[in-house]
C-alpha cells in the first residue's frame, strides 16, 4: 500500500534522519518509535504511516503483517523570500519543502532461506558444484 505526503514545510534533510529510523521497520514498530522522538517531522511521518494502514485496511489485507518496504523524502516546492538587510539590500533566502512517499509490504515468512556472505551453498548432489557466496576477487598475480 502506498500513501503520499506533498509539500511538509521541513526541509528533506531534517525529514530523512527520522524517516531512517523506520524504514524496514514493522508498521506498530515504526509508530511506538515516532511517538516517542522528539522531533518535528515525526508526528506527520506517524499520521502518514496510519494513512497507509488505513489505505491496507481498504483493500482488505492485514495492515498487522505489514513491514515498511519503502520511505523516500524527495525535495518538494522551494520558496524564496527575502530579508532586509542594512544600507537598503536584502539577502534571499530558501523555505524548502518535502515530498514523502512511503510503500507497505507484506511481512516475508521467517523460514525464508537467507545466505549471509561467506557461507556455501551446498545441494548435496556433487561438491564441485558448490558455489561460494560473497564478493568476487580477481586473483592478479
Do not use: C, H, W
Request: aromatic content about 4%; charged content about 35%.
Amino acid at each position: 500500500m502506498k500513501a503520499y505526503l506533498k509539500n511538509f514545510r521541513q526541509s528533506p534533510r531534517k525529514v530523512r534522519l527520522v524517516a531512517n529510523l523506520i524504514r524496514g521497520k514493522n508498521v506498530r514498530k515504526a509508530q511506538a518509535l515516532l511517538s516517542f522522538t522528539d522531533n518535528k517531522s515525526a508526528p506527520a511521518l506517524k499520521k502518514l504511516v496510519a494513512s497507509a494502514v488505513s489505505n491496507a485496511r481498504s483493500q482488505g489485507k492485514n495492515a498487522d503483517g505489514m513491514v515498511i518496504k519503502e520511505i523516500t523524502v524527495d525535495q518538494g516546492v522551494t520558496m524564496k523570500r527575502f530579508m532586509p538587510m542594512s544600507r537598503g539590500r536584502a539577502n534571499q533566502y530558501r523555505k524548502r519543502s518535502s515530498k514523502i512517499s512511503l510503500i507497505l509490504s507484506e511481512m516475508e515468512k521467517e523460514n525464508s532461506r537467507v545466505q549471509k556472505r561467506g557461507t556455501t551453498i551446498k545441494d548435496g548432489k556433487n561438491k564441485k558444484e558448490d558455489k561460494k557466496v560473497g564478493k568476487a576477487k580477481d586473483k592478479k598475480k
